[in-house]
């Protein structure tokens, strides 16, 4: 049972020490997307997203988050998401 427990410390430990490394070179981006409609908002966003993660010479890395919100004129919405080296 201790060897169990042992192994058991030893795989998380490792599993730690890899997503660190992982995430070292990473960074969250975000940019802001304005629209009359909700749907080209959400366009304007994510389209704008991903041109800065490319301008900065990164590669988009886990899902795009959005989230919307009423605007001066119209719908504003900003979406994020992890970019790696």
């Known amino acids: 049972m201790?060897?169990?427990k042992l192994g058991f410390a030893t795989a998380t430990v490792m599993c730690a020490l890899s997503a660190t490394a992982q995430a070292g070179d990473c960074t969250r981006v975000a940019a802001?997307?304005?629209?009359?409609t909700h749907d080209l908002a959400v366009v304007m966003s994510t389209h704008g997203l991903a041109n800065i993660i490319e301008a900065k010479g990164r590669a988009g890395k886990?899902?795009?988050h959005t989230k919307?919100?009423?605007g001066?004129?119209?719908t504003e919405c900003t979406?994020?998401?992890n970019a790696c080296k």
Request: proline share 10%; net charge negative; glycine share 20%.
């Open 62 to 64: 886990g899902p795009v």
């Open 68 to 70: 919307c919100q009423p």
């Open 2 to 4: 201790h060897s169990l």
């Open 79 to 81: 979406s994020w998401q």
């Open 72 to 74: 001066t004129f119209g």
């Open 32 to 36: 802001v997307g304005d629209g009359l």
